[in-house]
């Protein structure tokens, strides 16, 4: 079992920034592929960003050049730098961590809401 609990939401001003972090509870974190989700109002759950056990990493093409997710092992953490927010950014993000078997090891964490308003 992993326990995910992310921090680091608010509001914010367009054009700001904001770090979120996801601290994993459990072992073999660093096996785990690790991820950014987000819901916004009245629409589905999408990818944001996602690094690999290997350091791999791939973004939304809505956040690329904005947004930077790194992970740290020795802490069990998962981070998204994200920057130049935009009021369409204004999301509940959740973190994720999935390894093979996926229907066996797919974690969600309860969210933080990200809000980009004046």
């Known amino acids: 079992q992993v326990q995910l609990v992310e921090s680091g939401g608010g509001l914010v001003q367009p054009g700001g920034s904001l770090r979120l972090s996801c601290t994993a509870s459990g072992s073999a974190f660093s096996i785990y592929t690790m991820g950014w989700y987000r819901q916004a109002p009245g629409k589905e759950r999408e990818l944001v960003a996602a690094i690999t056990s290997g350091g791999m990493k791939n973004y939304a093409d809505s956040v690329k050049g904005r947004y930077t997710i790194s992970r740290s092992n020795a802490k069990n953490t998962v981070y998204l730098q994200m920057n130049s927010l935009k009021p369409e950014d204004t999301a509940v993000y959740y973190c994720?961590?999935?390894?093979?078997?996926?229907?066996?090891?797919?974690?969600w964490g309860q969210g933080t809401q990200v809000t980009v308003s004046s």
């Open positions: 994720n961590a999935r390894r093979t078997p996926t229907h066996l090891n797919n974690y």
